[in-house]
């Protein structure tokens, strides 16, 4: 099982950008999908986007155009590129690998507001 710990997170202000880094413990070469999801305060965590080994990447309809996730298996790193932020993207951010385990990290609280 992977270990994993997000971080870059912060606070921003709308419109502005944030880089959002997920390190794994082990290589993530063979977990097919890796993932970002938020949790907002009272709300469901969500999925914000997956991407596959082989480059097949989801957006939620919310983040389509101002969000790019990508991962570089050998440095063992999932990436969140967050532009044009908004104050609903407020939230903890989590990335998950879809492994046998699905393994969450910790979080890293987003926050936006001017």
């Known amino acids: 099982q992977v270990q994993l710990v997000e971080s870059g997170g912060g606070l921003v202000q709308p419109g502005g950008s944030l880089r959002l880094s997920c390190a794994a413990s082990g290589s993530i070469f063979l977990i097919n999908t890796m993932g970002w999801y938020r949790q907002a305060p009272g709300k469901e965590r969500e999925l914000v986007a997956t991407?596959?080994?082989?480059?097949?990447?989801n957006y939620a309809d919310s983040v389509k155009g101002r969000f790019t996730i990508a991962r570089d298996n050998a440095k063992n790193t999932l990436y969140l590129q967050m532009n044009s932020l908004k104050p609903e993207d407020t939230a903890v951010y989590y990335c998950?690998?879809?492994?046998?385990?699905?393994?969450w990290g910790q979080g890293t609280q987003v926050t936006v507001s001017s």
């Open positions: 998950k690998a879809f492994d046998k385990y699905d393994s």
């Open positions: 991407i596959t080994r082989g480059g097949t990447i």
